[in-house]
């Protein structure tokens, strides 16, 4: 499988790693981009196991909840400049579309776009604002929790990161250990709220990378396979340290692991964590372009 200059550039941005290196792992790799990340790793290249996707968009993640209702909303909508983002008008824009969202419970965006707002529809309230604001206004992706418990919302850096957790068995007083929690998620990326929800094929990629890690290490390399295989085992548990919410230790108090924090509290149904843009490429022609003269290089060397 044939690769571009692109391809390169996409790896090195979510790796962390070289462009020489990213060519050679996506050579060895035929191409193929998660196999190279994969590749890049096991060699000990990728600077972290976990890089956000590049951030390019511009917008704002918002966040709206209806304590009466039980409902909570977060929401991204994306404009064309970061100045256009931080001011007041695309901010009301944001909020007056998550309150729709909260009252009407659109399945998708398509179905957001046709509810009612302002006397007209939002599409409508849309292409008014793009008229008003001069750039084009997007409605990317909403998230709903519907609930008897509590939700609670965390928005950092004026809508760069938003949060959104869900709460049950919620006891009177917990709400600043709750929000807490929101500041947790959106400091330390969890992807996963206990172990049990790791799924098995997540955890034996895991191994795998990790045993042609140590297999790499000339410290290890000499080990029998069951020494390794033993070891990889106690490396587990940092992983579920690191992704798992409950197993964290807490931010403010590193002391104590956010089980500990939440005791009995309340109890930690889901969450949500966005990165406005994240995903989302801006065009880089110049840098594209400067690795596709690069890679040429590459190939007649």
Not at 191 to 217: F, G, R
């Amino acid at each position: 499988m044939a690769f571009t200059a692109k391809d390169v550039m996409t790896l090195r941005d979510k790796s962390g790693a070289g462009m020489l290196d990213c060519k050679k792992a996506l050579t060895d790799a035929d191409g193929d981009m998660e196999k190279a990340a994969e590749l890049l790793r096991e060699r000990g290249i990728a600077k972290a196991v976990k890089k956000e996707s590049r951030i390019a968009a511009e917008g704002a993640v918002g966040a709206y909840v209806c304590a009466k209702c039980g409902v909570g909303v977060l929401l991204e909508i994306n404009c064309e400049s970061d100045f256009v983002s931080k001011g007041d008008k695309f901010h009301g824009i944001v909020d007056a579309v998550a309150k729709v969202i909260a009252e009407n419970k659109p399945a998708d965006v398509e179905a957001l776009l046709a509810c009612p707002l302002d006397g007209a529809t939002v599409k409508d309230y849309i292409t008014n604002a793009t008229a008003v604001i001069g750039e084009k206004i997007a409605i990317r992706r909403f998230e709903i929790y519907a609930t008897a418990g509590k939700v609670e919302t965390y928005i950092h850096m004026g809508g760069k990161v938003g949060v959104m957790v869900e709460a049950t068995d919620f006891t009177a007083g917990s709400e600043e250990t709750l929000h807490d929690v929101a500041l947790q998620i959106a400091a330390s990326k969890p992807s996963y709220v206990t172990e049990a929800e790791v799924p098995a094929e997540v955890i034996e990629k895991e191994k795998e990378i990790m045993l042609v890690q140590m297999q790499n290490d000339e410290k290890n390399a000499k080990k029998p396979k069951e020494i390794l295989e033993k070891i990889v085992m106690g490396k587990i548990g940092k992983f579920y340290s690191e992704n798992c919410l409950l197993k964290q230790a807490f931010v403010k108090d590193d002391s104590q692991t956010v089980e500990q924090v939440i005791g009995k509290k309340f109890k930690v149904v889901r969450f949500v964590r966005w990165e406005m843009g994240e995903g989302i490429e801006k065009k880089q022609e110049n840098l594209q372009d400067e690795v596709a003269k690069q890679v040429e290089a590459m190939k007649k060397n």
